[in-house]
């Protein structure tokens, strides 16, 4: 990840940089922070936020799978289980 310079941001983004990169408003990550969706840590004598760039990466890979199972189980009547729940669920042998 770059800044509008191209530099590379640091290992911690703040909740604007964040909401910025989604496309969100800065009260719509908090949302996500606070629920717990997004993990994030407090840092400093205020506590400011600051959302990991790596954490930040997964979550965006975690909401391109969940929507990709999204569109398998309306895709199909009879979605394949394992398709929707890939290597994660366990068969128990």
């Known amino acids: 990840m770059t800044d509008s310079a191209g530099l590379p941001l640091g290992r911690f983004l703040t909740l604007t940089d964040v909401a910025e ?12 922070v606070r629920s717990g969706e997004l993990p994030a840590i407090r840092l400093g004598a205020i506590g400011q936020w600051r959302v990991e760039q790596a954490v930040l990466e997964s979550f965006i890979a975690d909401k391109y799978d ?7 189980w309306h895709e ?8 929707l729940f ?6 128990g042998a």
């Open 21 to 32: 990169l989604l496309s969100l408003s800065a009260s719509e990550v908090l949302a996500l």
């Open 66 to 72: 969940e929507s990709r199972r999204l569109a398998l």
């Open 76 to 83: 199909a009547q009879y979605a394949d289980v394992a398709e």
């Open 86 to 91: 890939g290597e994660r669920r366990g068969l």
